[in-house]
């Protein structure tokens, strides 16, 4: 080979050597596949807190497809459990050879409500049904999977209609309902006269009907749970446990997940966080902002209530986002909320509640470091603003809440003419028009760390994960984090 070849087939050689597994998947977790894309229930709704379940548990690594018909044993290969929360058409020949292999050689299966009913000789409406109006074959090895199908034949599988009922464990030796007491309530529907499989172990059962069983198929494990109609019936506390518990026992054949599994758990040392609201109208979406932070713990309370006791005991950062002024607060009231900022505690002031206080001269000279001005005033002109403006936002590079965010365009309300000490620590600046250059700053207030955001009017903002970003590490600086 002349050099002048090998040199050009070096990239090629790159570009298809094999990449590490570790590259991909999170060390030391199980990786779970959960199959979905048809089913006679709301796959699209149930289908993200499936995953979110699973990975709220820190033991999962979890992808999704909805087109199990592509499936081979090659793309099954790094994987340790297969969830399944589909109900339609039948996978292919190779898909449906690779998942039974999968499983038969020492992998684990999860079927989820509808997941038994698919592929014996029941129909799903009319989805089973070829071009031609002929049903399709049953998949007989999705069965012995399972450990159960469906069968239109008499007495027929189904379900009445959805109800609340227990779920009683009827096994609880097994590592999958060890703990988790004697029986739950659920509302679901109660699914009845499966066509039960030699081998199954009953776990647990609801008006004496079997509900939640494991099964062995070759060396693999198999966990079937009929519950989970929908997230109502998904959010029980007794289906989170199971469902996480089962798929861990699957993939692994151990049980380490506690009984209790919290999708938004906190933190022991989270950051207490008031948020002060009222004053101006909002979106809703903006308290979406705040949730699914493990690290910070967030009450809502509205002005002028929430400064009505002593702040200091019980949180270690105030957001306000409100407007209000002096003569709303009691004495008592203002006291409060002086004696928590004079005590070093942190303070985020968003958007519009740089407005707040404008006849406190120590509230917005020293610890904001700026103020809306509602009109002109001595040497201060009004300040202006302008709804719905497309504008491109810079943070400023170098301090912890900026550090790394990258430029980002942004739909927000922009603020003209808004004063600020020319000692800030600039943390955002735009170029528009309609807005002031320095639309975020940190406070020179000595006593306190004090952070003011100007975006944040609307669900563009709201929704926006650079704007949730921002705000996330403004309170974990501000709480000194």
């Known amino acids: 080979m002349s050099r002048l070849v090998f040199l050009l087939s070096l990239p090629l050689l790159a570009q298809f050597t094999p990449v590490p597994d570790r590259y991909y998947f999170e060390p030391g977790k199980l990786r779970v596949l ?42 099954l290969r790094p994987y340790d459990v297969l969830v399944s929360n589909y109900c339609g058409p039948r996978w292919g020949d190779t898909a449906e050879k690779a998942i039974e292999a999968f499983v038969r050689d020492g992998k684990g299966l999860v079927a989820v409500h509808a997941a038994s009913y698919p592929f014996g000789d029941a129909a799903v409406l009319g989805e089973r049904m070829s071009r031609t109006g002929v049903y399709q074959q049953p998949w007989l090895a999705w069965g012995d999977m399972v450990g159960a199908t469906w069968s239109e034949s008499e007495p027929k599988t189904g379900h009445g209609p959805r109800d609340a009922f227990h779920v009683v464990f009827t096994d609880t030796a097994h590592p999958i309902t060890a703990g988790l007491g004697q029986r739950f309530v659920t509302s679901d529907e109660l699914y009845r006269n499966f066509r039960l499989k030699p081998g199954i172990r009953v776990l647990a ?28 019936s998904m959010h029980t506390p007794g289906f989170a446990a199971t469902y996480a518990r089962g798929a861990e026992w699957a993939a692994s054949s151990a049980v380490t997940i506690p009984a209790a599994i919290g999708t938004n758990h906190k933190l022991p040392n989270a950051v207490r966080v008031l948020l002060v609201t009222g004053g101006h109208d909002h979106e809703s979406s903006f308290y979406s902002v705040f949730e699914n932070w493990r ?119 922009t603020y003209k003419h808004v ?55 403004a309170i974990l600086w501000t709480a000194g984090r």
């Open 34 to 75: 959960i199959l979905t894309g048809r089913n006679n229930h709301d796959w699209r709704e149930t289908n993200p807190y499936l995953r979110e379940l699973l990975q709220a548990t820190g033991r999962f690594d979890v992808r999704v497809t909805e087109e199990p018909s592509g499936l081979t044993a090659e793309s």
């Open 205 to 232: 059962t609801g008006r004496d009907k079997p509900l939640i069983w494991t099964v062995n198929y070759g060396r693999g494990r198999v966990f079937h749970t009929a519950l989970g109609h929908d997230l109502d």
């Open 295 to 413: 690290d910070v713990r967030v009450n809502v309370d509205p002005h002028p209530v929430a400064f009505r006791q002593d702040l200091r005991r019980n949180y270690d950062v105030l957001v306000l986002y409100d407007t209000i002024q002096l003569d709303q607060l009691s004495t008592q009231s203002r006291k409060n909320l002086q004696d928590f900022v004079e005590s070093g505690k942190g303070l985020v002031v968003l958007h519009h509640a740089i407005v707040d206080f404008s006849a406190w001269d120590w509230w917005w000279k020293e610890v904001v470091g700026g103020r809306y001005f509602l009109k002109a005033e001595a040497e201060y002109p009004a300040s202006t603003y302008r709804h719905d403006v497309e504008l491109i936002v810079t943070p400023a590079p170098g301090h912890p809440i900026t550090r790394g965010l990258p430029q980002m365009r942004i739909f927000d309300e």
């Open 419 to 473: 004063w600020h000490r020319p000692d800030v620590q600039v943390l955002l600046t735009a170029d528009h028009p309609t807005s002031d250059v320095n639309i975020g700053w940190v406070s020179p207030y000595a006593k306190s760390r004090v952070v003011y955001l100007q975006p944040g009017h609307g669900r563009e903002s709201h929704e926006l994960p650079w704007f949730r970003s921002l705000v996330h590490r």
